[in-house]
């Protein structure tokens, strides 16, 4: 079954880290270019990073520029997200999901929060 | 960025009826065009590709078109399943994705 499991959200204050997983299977996942997307409470979808299969090229929405970096470990069937001076304004569910243009494989989610 | 306009933001429709929602690109983005279903608490699901392409396994009842700057997202017969907020998203300027606000459906 092809499936996408996140990993690694919580509750951390403002100013904090978090690193974010994404364990792939039943899939060659080195083959896939990767995004994580976002949803606020209550709001709709938010594109937050890319990375090409090979890792080499990698894309951030400007809200999170400089604070967030996505990751891969093909060897591992992994994605990641180390997140780090984290805002209120970052609270959301994150979803990694697999393609550039058309996502048609997504995890459940992993839930952020942050507040003091 | 290119913004994506939906309307209407929420709609209540009966069983059966002919649902049809709309998605304006702020410039001509060709067919680069998906539709996604979201069921609450759950993860989006991709139903249109390319803007009028039917993912694998998605109903007959879902169909999608346009091009340019303005598509159209329709559910022919809607069932009670099909309650879910939509969303179209772009991927002419990929990697930069941008998603439409959403569209809540409900069933009157």
């Known amino acids: 079954e092809v499936q996408l499991v996140e990993s690694g959200g919580g509750l951390v204050q403002p100013g904090g880290s978090l690193r974010l997983s994404c364990a792939a299977s039943?899939?060659?996942?080195?083959?896939?270019?990767m995004n994580w997307v976002r949803q606020a409470p209550g709001k709709g979808l938010e594109w937050v990073s890319y990375?090409?299969?090979?890792?080499?090229?990698?894309y951030y929405a400007d809200s999170v520029k400089g604070r967030f970096t996505i990751s891969r470990d093909n060897a591992k069937n992994s994605l990641y997200l180390q997140m780090n001076s984290l805002r209120a304004e970052d609270t959301a569910v994150y979803y990694c999901a697999r393609g550039a243009a058309s996502m048609d494989v997504w995890g459940q989610g992993t839930t952020v929060t942050v507040s003091s | 960025d290119i913004q994506m306009t939906q309307s209407p933001s929420s709609l209540s429709a009966s069983v059966g009826d002919r649902v049809t929602i709309t998605c304006q690109a702020s410039?001509?983005?060709?067919?680069?065009l998906n539709w996604y279903q979201q069921k609450p608490g759950k993860a989006p699901k991709l139903l249109i590709y390319?803007?009028?392409n039917l993912e694998t396994g998605v109903p007959s009842r879902f169909s999608g078109s346009g091009s340019g700057t303005d598509f159209t997202f329709t559910i022919s017969s809607l069932q009670p399943e099909d309650i879910a907020t939509y969303y179209c998203q772009q991927y002419d300027n990929l990697p930069r994705i941008t998603f439409g606000q959403g569209t809540r459906l409900e069933i009157k």
């Open positions: 390319d803007a009028s």
């Open positions: 990375i090409s299969s090979s890792g080499s090229t990698i």
């Open positions: 410039q001509d983005i060709s067919n680069y």
């Open positions: 039943g899939f060659t996942f080195s083959s896939y270019e």
